[in-house]
Structures are given as C-alpha cells and as structure tokens.
C-alpha cells in the first residue's frame, strides 16, 4: 500500500552555501594566556601550528606568517560552545501574536541569533528545533538552510524536537522524528515530561538514535528523581552520547536523594546541560541545576543559553561568557571550572575535539580584553573570535569618563576602562 503520509521535502544539496577555503596563516601577537605567559600564536590549516614567547614567531624563515592580528592586553581562550540553544523561537519576544513558523521568519531568526552567539564567541552551536504539529517540517528545513549559510563562520547542528512519541497521537510525532533525522537533524531529542508515557518517550527516542547513530539530547526539569534514574538507565548504553537539561527540578530535590540520582547519571555517563541565564520553553520550571553537587558525583556538567530573546526569556543574551559568570557569582565555582563548563564541557557534549591554546589543536579560539579569567567573565566586552583558524568576530567596547574635576591627569589613568584595542 503507498504510503499517504506528507513526505519531508527533498534534503538540499549537501553544499549549497559557501565552501570553505584552508584559510591563510594567521599570527596572534602578544596575547596572555590563563597561566600568566604573554605568547604568540601561529594558525594555519584550521589548527594551532606553534605557540611561543611573544615576538618569537613574528620572523620565522621556514614558515610565512600572514596576517597578524595584535591581542596585546586580551587573555586567549579555547572558544565556547553553545550546547542548548532554540533556534527556531530565537528573536520572536517581541512579534505581534504567535511565533511565526514560516520558515522565511524562522531562518532569518535563526540564522542572526547564530551570528549573535558567534560574535559573544561560540563558534559551535547545537540548537533545538520543534518538529510535527504546528513547524512540520518546515522549520527543520529553515534551520539546516541557515546552518549551511553559517558554513565557515560557525558550526551549527540541530536537534529535532517532537512533542508527542507514545500512543495513537505519538505515531504522527514518531514518523515526523525519523523523517527529521533523514533530512538533516543530527540529534534526536523532545521532552518526556510532556508525553503521557514519559517512559515511552525516551523509548522511542533511543529507538530512533540507535537506528540513525544519532546522539541524544533531552529536556527534563528532573523534579521526579526515579523518572530521572530510568532515563539515566535506559540511555547508559548509548554510544553516541546522551545530554539531559535544564534539570533545576534537582535542586528542589532534598540532599540525600538529589545526590543518589547524580551519581546515576555520572555511572550512566549523562552529560547535563544547565541553563544559568534562564529557561526555555520547553521545560515550564526555571532554576539552574545543582552543578557542584553533580561535578562532586563526576557528572559532566555544561552550560548553556537556553531561550534567546523569545517569550520564554524575552532579555536573553545567549552569552557563554554571562552563563560562566553567573555559575561563579551564585553557584559557587571557581572561574575556571565555570569556563570550563562553556567551553571544554559544552564541546565534549556537543561530540567536538578538545581546544587547548597548544600546538596541533583546532584553532577555536576567543580573545577576551583583560588580564586574567575572573576579570573577564566580569568586564569582558571587547572580543576577538576565531574559527578554523580565521578571525571570524569581532566586538570593540570603549568606556571613557569625561567631565568631571576629580578625574585628573594623575588620577585618569588607573581608572579601569575596555580600551580601543589594534585588535
């Protein structure tokens, strides 16, 4: 019998955008790294050709250094990534009624918040998208068409969310899921907690994962710790990797059981994704998940944005650098374990390589203007952002006080200020 169902439209050319070219040597003079060193950097190929004292690789006989780029007063970072972004409601808080899922309104959207998060410094973004009911299939097809606009700019994946998985009505939602992931979607995930069989949800989900090879990535608040451990369970085996967010329902949790259920996610090896700058809509409870607690237990703990200017977070910045600060300043981490949690834990969830400012890794990189990490999850305005090995953004803030009697020529120069950099 033919098959009545709509069928997904044809999956575009693989290539269709700009095809990135190996980009030229880049040289990054006199930039300061974490450990207090002033060095530069050469980049070429995409990766990290050499790291060395600064000045040591401006005149360099057996290697053409190319353009350089002065990093004088930035701190250089491996770049952060953003592991839970929705693309498909990024920029909508202020329309006029419902979001508009024409898939016109949803690219254009998608593609400018991703070039936003680019220019804060996240060069690799995974971004959940509704798929069946109201979207279809046509803001999955907005998203990779934007996805592929962005090539050589940034990495963009997505995630195909359906809303029903389990019963008469999940059967639609289940042919919808496998036609997303053979149009593109390079993850499969949803939410359990709004299906009426939770359990049969993330079922379907491994199903469909296991089927396709593809990496899982779910939304729970995580209020019900035995739900939480099922999930945990039933996704262990998963090679692909498996990510659960927001989670804040944990931090409701009394002690003992919050920390029973971390450590069967750290023995499941669940990634959590935590969304310190606010909720999405997707998951109706806000609150940021016990991130100590579950590194205590040896969970991977990553953070990312979550709603980016739509109506579950109309002031959402998408900021990796703001989620890093706010899991120092309320949550309790050091500044590095809550960079760390943007950058080296959002890539690993994301199934990137590791980025370290050392010779023979990616060239992902973020300059930030500042002297040290905590002072630039504080100050850090004026950005510098690299992707396979190009400049790619570029942000300038200048403060000046002018005007008043106090600020004299002896006094003016201590002030702090985000200088004009060469940069």
Do not use: W
Request: hydrophobic share 40%; glycine share 14%; aromatic share 2%.
């Amino acid at each position: 019998m033919p098959d009545s169902r709509p069928q997904p439209p044809p999956r575009p050319p693989s290539s269709p955008g700009p095809v990135p070219v190996d980009p030229a040597p880049l040289l990054l003079c006199g930039a300061r790294l974490t450990d207090g060193r002033t060095v530069d950097v050469r980049l070429g190929g995409g990766r990290i050709e050499a790291v060395g004292t600064a000045g040591s690789l401006a005149v360099d006989g057996t290697r053409a250094c190319g353009t350089q780029v002065d990093l004088t007063g930035y701190l250089l970072l491996p770049a952060p990534a953003e592991p839970h972004a929705h693309a498909d409601t990024a920029l909508s808080a202020d329309d006029d009624g419902p979001v508009s899922y024409d898939p016109r309104d949803v690219q254009r959207r998608a593609t400018e918040a991703a070039l936003l998060q680019l220019g804060h410094g996240a060069t690799a973004l995974r971004a959940h998208v509704r798929v069946g009911d109201v979207a279809g299939l046509g803001a999955l097809t907005a998203v990779l068409r934007a996805e592929r606009s962005l090539r050589g700019l940034a990495g963009l994946t997505t995630v195909a969310v359906p809303r029903l998985l389990t019963g008469v009505a999940g059967a639609d939602g289940l042919a919808v899921l496998r036609d997303a992931v053979k149009m593109g979607a390079s993850v499969v995930g949803g939410c359990p907690d709004l299906d009426p069989d939770p359990t049969g949800y993330v079922e379907a989900v491994l199903e469909v994962a296991s089927e396709h090879g593809c990496p899982v990535d779910l939304h729970t608040d995580a209020a019900d710790p035995a739900r939480l451990a099922r999930f945990a369970a039933m996704a262990g085996g998963l090679r692909q990797g498996v990510a659960l967010g927001p989670c804040g329902g944990l931090a409701r949790l009394p002690a003992e059981p919050a920390a029973r259920t971390a450590d069967r996610l750290a023995a499941a090896g669940v990634t959590v994704v935590c969304l310190p700058q606010g909720g999405c809509g997707t998951v109706d409870r806000r609150g940021t998940a016990p991130v100590r607690l579950l590194r205590s237990a040896g969970v991977r703990v990553a953070a990312g944005s979550g709603a980016l200017r739509d109506v579950s977070n109309p002031v959402g910045r998408g900021d990796p650098l703001e989620a890093a600060y706010l899991l120092a300043s309320r949550h309790g981490l050091s500044a590095e374990d809550a960079y760390a949690a943007v950058s080296a834990s959002a890539r690993a969830a994301l199934g990137l390589p590791e980025v370290r400012v050392e010779a023979g890794f990616p060239a992902e990189l973020l300059a930030v203007r500042g002297d040290g990490l905590s002072g630039a999850l504080s100050l850090g305005y004026s950005r510098v952002v690299v992707h396979g090995g190009r400049v790619v953004a570029r942000t300038s803030a200048v403060r000046e006080y002018r005007g008043s009697a106090a600020l004299s020529a002896e006094v003016e120069p201590g002030l702090p200020r985000q200088g004009r950099g060469s940069a």
